[in-house]
């Protein structure tokens, strides 16, 4: 007889909000972080997934391009399973859980089977849409009240919708969902007295740089929709202030708005550029063009075992200084370094220094390898020289070194291997030439960036890092639009910040 786990489960029924993935409450990160598997609407911005542990499993219940749609059902009894066996379950809804999301169901099911569970608030569409349309749905002199309105509603049920009542309603009304049912919610309020040209705002998805709003009036939303081949998400906003002008245009005057970049760092090493160009408007997709891992332990624990006997320890990426010192701190503390000096590529690898409290000696007037050496080399003359690198890249450094008379010792403190394949939607979305940037930050980056695209990268733009990067993506036949004039991921939106703004 197989015995209950001994840790209680637990399941989060979490709101991601509308779609920008800053939106998301703080709780809901901190319960995405405890989460040992992630259950996500296609509606959940996949972006809140960086919010995830590593090893957590994360789970799409499918939608648009997302393969099969799981029924209500079958989620209710995944999660119910899970908790039985003393994970911790995150339920990641679109909006907020319990405003049209079934989030009502899922928790009567989990209180029903005993399961603990939690709900956790998310900015719903409508709320969201005044703040990112300047619509605003309420208005001292226009609409004092607003109500939510699911556009898919089960007419013989109990609950079904009064369209009399809603014809006669004070204020602003907010459809959910209603693109396939506009036709019909539209000429039930027409039918039920709601005058036939009464405003409406029709806004696709809402927060996200892709937001688009259309406006029309009452008798005319579903030939709308119809016209411009809307598809979902989409909220309707019904009422005298869908006619007003926007009383804010911070969201649309965002300088890389309609801009969509591809972001191919490793995951873990992409989250301050996303930021900065989803702060700017762009829509950013992200596809690790490498994978960042742990090299053999053995030979980077036979050097640190000596660690102290080097003059200078070179490091010539931040990757390189978190796995050394993550191994270093194992069972050593920072005094073995002894007087060894420290050098760095760039100030991003400075940074990565500064989380072990330890800044460089020296850091070269420009961020490539061949200035590095050429500071280095009057310094290191017969000295002993520990060069912390990734399992493959240029030997420029060391043979440098070398030659200017230093003792050099190389490891391999992280293997840097190629992606193997995208993801079937990005490779649609390049094939199809809907992607404006891709970002090209390192030669390795660049050449898995060929082998994944091939030819489909020609319908692109490459914004380089830095002169080696462009060198690199010139020997492979491709076009660098722009290129850095500070050689680290912050120039290279600067970079294509550049050509949008001229």
Not at 164 to 184: D, I
Not at 355 to 371: K, W
Not at 472 to 478: D, Q, V, Y
Request: charged share 25%.
């Amino acid at each position: 007889m197989n015995e209950e786990p001994s840790r209680r489960g637990m399941v989060y029924l979490i709101g991601a909000g509308p779609g920008d993935p800053k939106l998301i409450t703080v709780r809901g990160v901190e319960c995405l972080r405890a989460a040992d598997v992630v259950y996500y609407d296609y509606l959940a911005n996949p972006q809140l997934l960086r919010h995830a542990r590593p090893n957590a499993r994360c789970v799409c219940l499918g939608g648009h391009r997302e393969g099969r749609i799981w029924s209500q059902l079958e989620i209710n009894e995944k999660l119910v399973h899970d908790a039985r066996q003393g994970l911790t379950v995150a339920r990641l809804k679109g909006g907020d859980p319990s405003v049209f999301s079934r989030g009502a169901e899922e928790a009567e099911y989990l209180q029903d089977h005993e399961i603990d569970f939690e709900f956790v608030p998310g900015v719903t569409a409508a709320l969201a849409a005044s703040a990112y349309t300047g619509i605003p749905i309420t208005h001292r002199d226009l609409a004092s009240t607003v109500a939510f309105v699911t556009g898919q509603q089960q007419y013989d049920s109990p609950a079904a919708l009064d369209y009399r009542k809603l014809a006669q309603f004070p204020g602003t009304l907010v459809f959910y969902m209603g693109v396939t049912s506009a036709k019909r919610w539209a000429s039930d309020l027409v039918a039920a007295g709601k005058a036939p040209d009464t405003p409406v705002a029709v806004v696709r998805h809402v927060s996200l740089p892709t937001q688009l709003i259309y406006r029309c009036q009452l008798d005319e939303v579903a030939d709308l929709i119809n016209r411009e081949r809307l598809r979902p998400p989409i909220l309707s906003i019904v009422g005298p202030v869908a006619e007003l002008e926007p009383v804010a245009t911070w969201f649309t005057n965002r300088p890389l708005r309609g801009t969509t970049v591809l972001v191919t760092r490793s995951t873990d090493q992409a989250g301050e550029t996303i930021e900065r160009l989803e702060s700017l408007g762009a829509e950013v997709l992200t596809q690790p063009a490498i994978e960042i891992r742990a090299a053999a332990i053995a030979p980077l624990q036979q050097v640190l075992a000596r660690i102290d006997q080097f003059d200078w320890i070179v490091f010539s990426s931040a990757n390189g200084v978190r796995y050394f010192f993550h191994e270093l701190l194992k069972d050593r503390d920072l005094r073995r370094l002894g007087s060894c000096r420290l050098a760095s590529i760039g100030p991003s690898t400075d940074e990565a220094l500064g989380q072990f409290h330890l800044h460089s000696d020296l850091i070269p007037q420009r961020y490539v390898a061949e200035q590095l050496a050429e500071e280095l080399a009057p310094l290191v003359s017969k000295r002993s020289v520990l060069l912390v690198r990734a399992s493959r890249g240029r030997e420029v450094l060391v043979e440098r070194l070398r030659a200017a008379g230093a003792e050099v010792e190389q490891v391999v403190a992280y293997d840097s291997c190629d992606t193997e394949s995208a993801s079937p939607e990005i490779q649609r979305r390049m094939d199809q030439g809907e992607i404006d940037w891709v970002t090209v930050t390192s030669s390795a980056i660049a050449q898995s960036l060929g082998r994944l695209f091939g030819e489909s990268l020609r319908n692109t733009k490459l914004a380089s890092i830095s002169p080696v990067t462009t060198a690199t993506l010139e020997s492979l036949n491709h076009t660098v639009a722009v290129e850095a004039s500070e050689y680290n991921t912050k120039g290279v939106v600067d970079a294509i910040l550049a050509t949008a703004v001229k």
